[in-house]
């Protein structure tokens, strides 16, 4: 298969890329693109990792996600804009002493049809892999959490402080963040930023998703536990506060609208939708006899 060719190509397939180049798709292409994914290249004895960024397929719906993108106040969704995007935040994160890949300027040059990057490949899995294995200890797991809480503050500290909307993660998943072999994190994914308007509201809801997402793949007997450690070093609560009130009580019409039909539907039931952990977290926060300042 080759890379112009993969519509909705799974991870892990061998693509056959122009100039006699082989890739491994990383991350799965969207069916919705053009030719898009995360690519494993190896030339020369050395590994480099490509992301590339592909356009709409069909124009009208280009079209009204580039509307869709000005009303939200969020940077638009043309290949070449998300990737200059992406570059200015992983300049801005490395500035501030977070771990990013770096951008190689020397690696082969392949075409795969759209923009891509070049970035240096760390020798590793994705968080979500390392936390959803069973064979990595619990209290390993705690510590990496603690480790990454204290990171995330310290970061949406100064987001606050330097109101630079680029220090916020827009797409935050474990699966945008790598664990290298030295066990340092690598967050990356950052082609869509939205402006300084509403940021504090912003953080919350990034550290919301984030907590969720560690704890999707925490054992239930354990969940209590690692929200504790999480709370205990991520000291910036009102951010957590903030993202509950996004979610039940926010002051946009459209928002609260929005949040209802999402509400009303069969995910908002789960045991760990974004609202039952909003709550939990909110819980744990009285609980612990904090109140909002």
């Given at each position: ?27 799965r292409s969207d069916d919705r693109r053009g030719p898009q994914g995360i690519h494993l290249v190896e030339h020369a004895g050395t590994h480099y990792i490509y ?220 045991p760990l939708s974004q609202f039952a952990v909003a709550r939990m977290v909110m819980e744990k926060l009285t609980a612990r006899g904090e109140h909002a300042t």
């Amino acid at each position: 298969m080759t890379a112009l060719e993969s519509r909705s190509a799974r991870e892990g397939t061998e693509l056959e890329l122009p100039g006699g180049y082989r890739s491994v798709l990383v991350t799965r292409s969207d069916d919705r693109r053009g030719p898009q994914g995360i690519h494993l290249v190896e030339h020369a004895g050395t590994h480099y990792i490509y992301k590339v960024y592909g356009a709409r397929r069909n124009p009208l719906k280009g079209i009204l996600e580039r509307i869709a993108a000005r009303i939200e106040g969020r940077s638009g969704p043309s290949p070449a804009t998300r990737l200059a995007v992406e570059r200015r935040c992983l300049r801005v994160w490395r500035d501030h002493g977070f771990d990013v890949f770096r951008e190689i300027e020397t690696g082969p040059e392949i075409s795969f049809g759209a923009p891509a990057l070049c970035l240096e490949y760390v020798q590793g899995r994705s968080a979500l892999r390392y936390f959803a294995d069973p064979s990595v200890a619990k209290d390993e797991k705690l510590e990496a959490l603690h480790r990454l809480a204290g990171e995330w503050a310290r970061r949406h500290e100064l987001a606050q402080r330097l109101n630079e909307p680029l220090l916020i993660h827009e797409h935050p998943s474990l699966e945008h963040i790598w664990r290298g072999e030295d066990g340092r994190f690598y967050h990356f994914d950052f082609e869509v930023v939205y402006t300084g308007r509403r940021l504090r509201e912003r953080i919350g809801r990034e550290v919301l998703r984030l907590v969720r997402a560690v704890l999707r793949y925490a054992p239930e007997a354990d969940r209590e536990e690692y929200l504790e450690v999480f709370l205990e070093k991520y000291r910036l609560h009102d951010f957590l506060r903030l993202a509950f009130e996004d979610l039940w009580r926010s002051p946009s019409p459209f928002v609260r609208v929005w949040r209802f039909f999402e509400w009303l539907g069969p995910r908002a039931r789960l045991p760990l939708s974004q609202f039952a952990v909003a709550r939990m977290v909110m819980e744990k926060l009285t609980a612990r006899g904090e109140h909002a300042t």
